[in-house]
């Protein structure tokens, strides 16, 4: 385990301990971006410009309806005008 102090350096510089969670920020973006351009957070499950984020997006609501989403990304996904229901 490593102290606080060193783990807080580390983050500073872009260390990231958990890859999932690096993903999860990616792919969080990169919805914010689409809702910019489109007006909406409904990425079509084939979305041809991001195949990745259609998928991501309906892993998302996936998660939530078998309880795997935490409070916090919900709360996050609400936050920016994202549907749950499809």
Known sequence: ELPDDRKERLVNIGFVFILF???????FAALVLYKQKHGDCMVPDLYSEDPKL???VSHQR???KVGKLSDDRKERLVNIGFSFAK
């Open 21 to 27: 969670d690096s993903l999860w920020e990616e792919n």
């Open 54 to 56: 259609g998928r991501w």
């Open 62 to 64: 996936f998660a939530a």
